[in-house]
C-alpha cells in the first residue's frame, strides 16, 4: 500500500478506478498520421527538471523551503540558503534567498540557475468578481508569472517579464523540464468558479478552466504557448516529461480524462496524441514513437502502444510477485519494471525486469533495498528507497551505477518533510 500511495501522490493522480477500453486518439489534423519522433528533433536533452519541490539541474539542486530558496551540491548533499551575506539571519524580507513576497501571491515560486543566474518564477493571481448574487455566485482567479533575474546568491533581483498563466503545482512529480535553455511547464490562466445555491441552502458547483503548456525562453524571457484551452470543466494536474528530446505534455483532471500531447522542440509543433475521455492511464514514458502506461484499477498489467491512429496497446508485463502494481522506469531505450518487491524491516528488497522497447526480457536487477525510480537528470538516476523507518528519502547515482544502487546511491533528503539546513540529519 505504501508503494500504491506513493506513486498516487507523486502523479498527482487517483481519480480514475478502471481501464479505458478504447480511447479516443486525434491529431492535428483528422485522418493524418503523427509525424515520427525523429523527424525535426534536434540533439539536446534535458539539464533540469523541478520534480517532488526540488529543482534538479546537472551542476546542483534548488529546493524551496517555506519563504527561502536553498542549493545544494550533488555530493555532498548539504542544502543551504543561497545567500551568501554571513551576518544574514535569513529570517527579514531584506535576505536575498527570500521569495517574492505579495497579497498575490499563489504561494508557488520556485528557482534555478542557468548561465550564472538565478531565474525565479513567481505565480500569483488576482481575484476577479465575475457575478456575486444570494442565488449565485460566480469568481475567477486569474493567474500570470512574474520571471525576476538576480545573481547566484538572490541579490540585485530585477523583474524581466510577466505573462498570463502560472505553473499548476510546484510540489508533484514531472512538472517542468528545462531543456535547451527553455523551460517547459503546464498550468492555468484562470479558473472560474460558479456556484448555484438553491432554496434548500444547497449548493451546486462548477468549476471552468482555461490552461496552456508554457515555453519560457530564458534567454530572451519571450514565452511561447501550446495546448491551449479554453472553459474545460472541472481541476486540471500538469505534468512534463522529455523522452529523446521530445517533451510530453499530460493534462488531467479528476473527472477521468486528459489529453496526452507531444511537442517537437526542433520545429515547434504540438500534436494530441491520445486523447481518454473515462478512466484515465498512468503515463510513464516513451520511446520513440511508442508511449508506455498502466491503468488504475488494472494496476499490475503494463502496456504499450504506438501513437500512429488506430494502433491496438499491447500488453508488457503483468505483475505477479509480491509488488502490488506496476511500478517502472524508461531510460536509455530500456524499460524497467519491478517485477517482485517487499520493504519494511531488514528484508526489503526490489526486483525489475529489463525489457527492450518490444516487451523482450533483456536481464533481471534485484536491490537490497525497496526503491521506485522518480526521473533521470544528465547521467543521473533519481529514486525512492524506502526506509526502516517507512520513510520516503530521495536518492541520486550515476546512472552506469544503475544495477548498484544500495552501494553507490546518494542521499538527497526525505521526501514528506524539509529541516531547517544545517541540522545534523541534513533534510528530513
Known amino acids: 500500500m505504501a508503494a500504491v500511495l506513493l506513486t498516487l501522490l507523486l502523479t498527482g493522480t487517483g481519480c480514475g478506478d478502471g481501464r479505458q477500453a478504447d480511447p479516443v486518439h486525434t491529431s492535428q489534423s483528422e485522418g493524418t498520421a503523427h509525424a515520427p ?102 469568481y475567477s482567479n486569474v493567474y500570470q508569472t512574474e520571471v525576476y533575474e538576480a545573481d547566484p546568491d538572490g541579490s540585485n533581483r530585477r523583474k524581466m517579464a510577466t505573462f498570463p498563466g502560472s505553473i499548476g503545482s510546484n510540489t508533484v512529480s514531472h512538472v517542468a523540464v528545462l531543456m535547451g535553455g527553455k523551460l517547459y511547464f503546464g498550468g492555468p490562466t484562470e479558473v472560474r468558479d460558479i456556484v448555484d445555491q438553491d432554496i434548500q441552502g444547497e449548493q451546486a458547483i462548477k468549476i471552468l ?94 502496456y504499450a502502444r504506438d501513437i500512429a491512429a488506430g494502433a491496438e496497446e499491447r500488453e508488457i508485463m503483468e505483475v505477479t510477485g509480491g509488488t502490488m502494481m506496476v511500478i517502472p522506469l524508461i531510460v536509455d531505450g530500456q524499460v524497467l519494471c519491478m517485477a517482485d518487491s517487499r520493504f519494511g524491516g531488514e528484508d526489503s528488497m526490489a526486483e525489475y525486469t529489463v525489457f527492450d522497447p518490444d516487451g523482450n526480457v533483456l536481464d533481471t536487477i534485484r536491490y537490497d533495498d525497496y526503491i521506485t525510480f522518480l526521473d533521470v537528470v544528465g547521467d543521473k538516476i533519481l529514486y525512492y528507497k524506502l526506509n526502516s523507518d517507512f520513510v520516503w528519502e530521495i536518492w541520486w547515482a550515476d546512472k552506469k551505477d544503475l544495477t548498484d544502487l544500495t552501494e553507490k546511491g546518494v542521499r538527497i533528503g526525505s521526501f514528506f518533510k524539509v529541516d531547517t539546513p544545517g541540522d545534523q540529519d541534513n533534510i528530513d
Not at 527579514?92 to 504561494?107: F, H, K, P, Y
Request: glycine share 8%.
Open 37 to 138: 519522433q525523429a523527424e525535426g528533433t534536434d540533439t539536446a536533452v534535458k539539464t533540469g527538471v523541478l520534480d517532488s519541490g526540488y529543482f534538479f539541474e546537472e551542476d546542483g539542486i534548488l529546493l524551496r523551503k517555506e519563504e527561502y530558496f536553498l542549493y545544494s551540491d550533488w555530493e555532498p548533499v548539504e542544502f543551504d540558503y543561497i545567500c551568501m551575506d554571513p551576518t544574514c539571519s535569513h529570517g527579514n524580507e531584506s535576505c536575498s534567498a527570500g521569495v517574492v513576497q505579495d497579497e498575490e501571491s499563489a504561494l508557488m515560486d520556485f528557482s534555478l540557475l542557468y548561465q550564472d543566474r538565478l531565474i525565479i518564477l513567481h505565480a500569483c493571481y488576482q481575484y476577479v468578481d465575475n457575478d456575486t448574487s444570494k442565488e449565485v455566485w460566480d
Open 209 to 302: 478552466t482555461n490552461y496552456a503548456v508554457y515555453c519560457l525562453d530564458l534567454n530572451d524571457y519571450t514565452v511561447e504557448t501550446f495546448a491551449v484551452e479554453e472553459n474545460k470543466e472541472g481541476g486540471y494536474q500538469y505534468q512534463i516529461y522529455e523522452y529523446d528530446g521530445m517533451i510530453y505534455a499530460i493534462i488531467s483532471n479528476c473527472e477521468n480524462s486528459a489529453v496526452w500531447y507531444r511537442l517537437n522542440p526542433g520545429t515547434g509543433v504540438c500534436e494530441e496524441i491520445l486523447r481518454f475521455d473515462t478512466d484515465v492511464p498512468m503515463f510513464e514514458g516513451a520511446i520513440g514513437d511508442t508511449v508506455y502506461y498502466w491503468y488504475l484499477g488494472s494496476e499490475k498489467t503494463f
